[in-house]
């Protein structure tokens, strides 16, 4: 698959061998010289793919929220400037998508961009975050408030990775995946519905299969609308409370679940609204519902907190809140009037205060 983006065309393939071990000076890459930034529990798992790296080209990336920051962006240049690398160096990074956002990061401001490489290692990163060029930190407790787009040269998508990671992780990829299957339209989220015994399994041709499926549907939202300043919006569906949630319970409900959780709050708005008819919305929500289990209903959420951040989304516009909402054909739409209450109303879907 190629990625059509202003900056660079870059190209996505996806394999299900796990990648060859990587040289000292890999040469597959379009530079002289290469640093990996590499998820310190790919490192653990797969050591045979590092073997023959000399350290000092390697940084191992202990990965959680609280390292989305400046601190450790500095510390990863500094280990970039220690080893001499330069503007042609390749950065090869490997793990998910947190990983992605602080290398990719990284990537775009040493030198003024250095190229680089990405090896998505968790489902999130395969089947969603790897495209769209964005890299994020986290700033002042607000999510992904610091970034720059700055797309990787080339995205190796191996599918065996799939098989070391943790079902709670695996299951936050399924919520990226679902969420883009419904904002695609009915007749994609019926597909998805009809084979959701496959989306529970590790069936490494099934997953190729659906992250295929996801990648083209996103791939067709970023082309159109790269910068995030109208269609690319919609891909924020069941983020608006999905990413207080996250907030709320400290990163204890991982990314795609909360997202799901949001899409549920979502889909009650758009039920409410008038927009959603009762019996697409149950099935729907009977996807979101399987997938998250018992974490819902959620307790100990702090209802001023959830709100406060609610507030600070960067969709929103003056003093309204801004809700990606789908109607009945399951199409997304910006609604730019959302009112605190409304929020509230369908918040009991998954809170329970
Ligand atoms: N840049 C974007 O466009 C974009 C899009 C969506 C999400 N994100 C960001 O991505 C982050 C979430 O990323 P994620 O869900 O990939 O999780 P992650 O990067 O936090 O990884 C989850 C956990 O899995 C481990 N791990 C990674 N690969 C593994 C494997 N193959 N086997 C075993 N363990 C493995 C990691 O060490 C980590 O503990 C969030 O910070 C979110 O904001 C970015
Ligand atoms: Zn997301």
């Not at 989305?68 to 220690?82: A, G, N, R, S």
Request: net charge negative; proline share 3%.
């Amino acid at each position: 698959m190629l990625i059509h983006s202003k900056l660079i065309d870059y190209r996505v393939d996806i394999q299900t061998k796990l990648p060859d071990p990587f040289q000292r000076n890999d040469q597959g890459f379009s530079s002289q010289s290469s640093f990996f930034v590499i998820d310190q529990a790919i490192y653990d798992c797969y050591p045979e793919l590092f073997k023959a790296l000399s350290s000092e080209k390697v940084f191992i990336f202990d990965v959680s929220e609280e390292s989305k920051t400046m601190q450790y962006v500095f510390k990863m240049c500094e280990k970039l400037l220690e080893n001499r690398c330069q503007r042609r160096t390749t950065l090869v990074a490997i793990g998910g998508g947190i990983l992605q956002d602080v290398a990719g990061f990284v990537a775009s401001i040493y030198f003024r961009g250095i190229p680089w490489i990405f090896y998505p290692t968790t489902l999130l990163a395969q089947a969603d975050s790897c495209i769209g060029g964005k890299t994020s930190l986290n700033f002042l407790k607000r999510k992904n408030l610091l970034g720059t787009f700055y797309p990787p040269e080339r995205i190796v998508i191996c599918l065996q990775f799939l098989q070391s990671l943790s079902e709670k992780e695996f299951r936050s990829g399924i919520g990226e995946v679902i969420k883009l299957h419904i904002i695609s339209g009915e007749k994609k989220f019926d597909q998805l519905f009809e084979k959701k015994e496959s989306l529970f399994s590790r069936d490494l041709d099934s997953w190729g299969k659906w992250i295929q499926s996801s990648l083209e549907i996103k791939k067709s939202y970023i082309e159109t609308d790269e910068h995030d300043l109208g269609l690319r919006k919609t891909l924020n569906f069941g983020h608006t409370c999905g990413h207080a949630i996250e907030a709320c319970t400290h990163y204890e409900i991982p990314h795609g679940q909360a997202v799901l959780m949001g899409i549920i709050i979502a889909c009650e708005m758009s039920f409410l609204r008038g927009m959603l008819s009762e019996s697409k919305k149950q099935r729907v929500e009977a996807l979101c519902e399987e997938v998250v289990g018992d974490l819902i209903p959620l307790k100990g959420i702090d209802r001023e907190q959830f709100f406060e951040i609610v507030a600070m989304d960067k969709k929103n516009e003056e003093n309204a809140i801004v809700e990606i909402l789908i109607d009945d054909n399951l199409l997304p739409h910006i609604v730019n009037d959302v009112s605190k209450e409304e929020i509230a109303k369908a918040l009991t879907k998954v809170v329970s205060f």
